[in-house]
């Protein structure tokens, strides 16, 4: 059993910073890529940013010079460092991560359970 767990969404101001957290636990023989998507209210979920076992890192163009991801490998833990934050960043923010759980075994993209970002007066 793999498991996702998201923390450090909350409330913040236009023009505030919030780091989230999202930290892999349970059968795991390695981590891939792992990434940050959000879903606004209405909206589809859209890719934030993700970052490769080798610490390769890809935005979306909204978030470039805004947003940082970064992981800790020896803590299978993935953030997501979110200043000059916005009204429209308002959204649940979810982690996903592609998990071997064993030499044989295939990945999987695991997900966590979302944590809220909202961003308002």
């Known amino acids: 059993q793999v498991q996702l767990v998201e923390s450090g969404g909350g409330l913040v101001q236009p023009g505030g910073s919030l780091r989230l957290s999202c930290a892999a636990s349970?059968?795991?023989?390695?981590?891939?890529?792992m990434g940050w998507y959000r879903q606004a209210p209405g909206k589809q979920r859209e890719l934030v940013a993700t970052?490769?076992?080798?610490?390769?890192?890809s935005y979306a163009d909204s978030m470039k010079g805004r947003f940082t991801i970064s992981r800790d490998n020896a803590k299978n833990t993935v953030y997501l460092q979110m200043n000059s934050l916005k009204p429209e960043d308002t959204a649940v923010y979810y982690c996903?991560?592609?998990?071997?759980?064993?030499?044989?075994?295939?990945?999987?993209?695991?997900w966590g359970q979302g944590t809220q970002v909202t961003v308002t007066v």
């Open positions: 996903k991560a592609e998990i071997r759980i064993g030499a044989l075994r295939p990945p999987y993209d695991y």
């Open positions: 349970g059968r795991i023989f390695r981590v891939n890529a």
């Open positions: 970052i490769t076992s080798g610490d390769s890192t």
